[in-house]
């Protein structure tokens, strides 16, 4: 069990959430961001699987790893939480998701194809989550 992250995905009405994506996921390239900023988001994929019936799910890692957990399921936003480790048990929220539309336009107000987008954000727990898009 010391080598296990494990626990359970729920929804807001803590009801275990079957069937979701769960993935423990390594970024080599951030603590090396000047060396490489290219790089930043390049991520490994250590171990994944899928919830229980449930909502449980365990992954096997190496011992002293710290990894970012993602979890997604159909119908809600997905959530990457930073600097889990194996031993821990987890409790994971998902909200319910929803899109965001986003419109580029020129300087003469013409609709612009093949834009590049990227979008992050950082909370005060140090979790990050980044998307990246094309219009």
Request: overall charge negative.
């Amino acid at each position: 069990p010391d080598l296990d992250l494990h626990g359970v995905v729920v929804d807001t009405s803590e009801r275990g959430i079957a069937g979701a994506r769960v993935a423990a996921i390594a970024y080599p390239w951030r603590r090396s961001e000047l060396l490489a900023p290219q790089r930043y988001g390049e991520e490994r994929v250590l171990q994944e699987t899928t919830t229980a019936g449930d909502g449980s799910f365990r992954l096997r890692l190496v011992r002293g790893a710290s990894v970012t957990l993602r979890v997604e399921a159909t119908g809600f936003a997905r959530r990457e939480i930073v600097g889990c480790q194996a031993g821990e048990r987890m409790v994971v929220v998902l909200s319910s998701g929803h899109a965001l539309e986003i419109f580029v336009h020129d300087e003469a107000g013409d609709g612009v194809s093949g834009a590049k987008l990227r979008f992050w954000r950082r909370d005060d727990l140090g979790s990050f989550d980044a998307r990246t898009g094309e219009t």
